[in-house]
């Protein structure tokens, strides 16, 4: 089996695809986990039917179960996969102005165990001088001077934010590959950063990921050009609204409210901010109804209004 990579012009513009051997090296065993790849050729293809590969295609914010944080221990530190954390840990997270990395405690996770158990999920791998990172498109990820930007909208030669000695420091992207790997993760902490597999990102997605409309997008207002938080880029811009947007259910889980209502045989309120398999039938997501329902007020109002 073969890698499917795909080369991008210095405009970002995909040009052609090449290959290299599958695993061909140590460092791609340990990297890459023998992932599963598309082969040259292969059409990928959604649901059970056709001859291609079968592919969940998602917009929801993802880590793949095998992606690793830093883990607080009494001894110091140790790390984990995905699959291993849990509510109440604490994860290696930064400070995207100063560049310190801290310990934060992970709140809970935007997905539920439906998602975890999730198989064949399309990835993005940014590889960089270091190593790699892999996540779903619409996820935040972290690059030099330009804050959190969409994962899907970086590029070769841009910069992601490496950990190293307790510092961020900058690490050149240096290729983008399509993967397919198993699990739907994404840990929430207070800060709504955290450390992946060496590199920084946010706990977070993209508007168009939590179901913005596009024609809100295009529209581009005036309220959020020239805003100049924290680094003055647009995609930084809305990455600080969505996380302030995030407060009340960051507090409900700080305050320990979901695991009160479920005691409290109030499953059905839990789900208004926490994620439940019991929302998939209802709107196609296991995300907490708080979002959904705060995500359809403010796109509806803000295209009445603009």
């Known amino acids: 089996m073969e890698l499917f990579n795909i080369n991008y012009d210095a405009s970002g513009n995909a040009m052609s695809t090449d290959t290299s051997p599958f695993c061909s090296t140590v460092r791609d065993l340990v990297m890459a986990h023998c992932f599963h790849t598309f082969d040259i050729g292969q059409t990928p293809t959604t649901g059970s039917g056709g001859g291609g590969l079968s592919l969940l295609e998602t917009d929801e914010e993802c880590f793949p179960a095998d992606a690793t944080v830093l883990r607080q221990t009494p001894e110091g530190s140790e790390r984990v996969t995905m699959r291993d954390l849990r509510a109440g840990d604490s994860v290696q997270s930064a400070d995207l102005v100063t560049g310190q990395t801290f310990f934060s405690k992970v709140l809970f996770d935007w997905h539920s165990e439906h998602d975890h158990a999730q198989q064949d999920i399309e990835y993005t791998m940014l590889v960089h001088e270091a190593g790699s ?61 955290l450390i992946v597999d060496g590199v920084h990102a946010s706990s977070h997605i993209s508007p168009i990921g939590i179901g913005i409309s596009q024609k809100l997008m295009d529209k581009r ?40 209502l479920e005691n409290f ?33 403010f796109d509806k109002l803000l295209n009445k209004m603009w």
């Not at 619409?138 to 190293?164: N, T």
């Not at 109030?266 to 994620?275: D, E, Q, Y």
């Open 133 to 193: 990172l892999s996540v779903t498109g619409e996820h935040f990820v972290a690059i030099e001077g330009a804050g959190f930007v969409p994962a899907k909208h970086i590029k070769v030669g841009d910069k992601l934010m490496l950990q190293s000695d307790g510092h961020l420091t900058p690490t050149e992207v240096t290729a983008i590959k399509m993967v397919v790997k198993h699990g739907m993760y994404s840990p929430v902490t207070w800060n709504g950063q």
């Open 221 to 260: 207002t005036y309220y959020f050009q020239g805003q100049d938080w924290t680094f003055g880029g647009e995609w930084q811009t809305y990455h600080t609204m969505i996380h302030l947007a995030s407060f009340p259910i960051r507090l409900a889980h700080a305050l320990g409210l979901p695991s009160m």
């Open 265 to 297: 045989g109030a499953s059905g309120l839990r789900c208004n901010v926490a994620p439940c398999d019991e929302n998939l039938a209802a709107q196609g997501s296991t995300i907490p109804n708080y979002v959904s329902n705060a995500v359809f007020i």
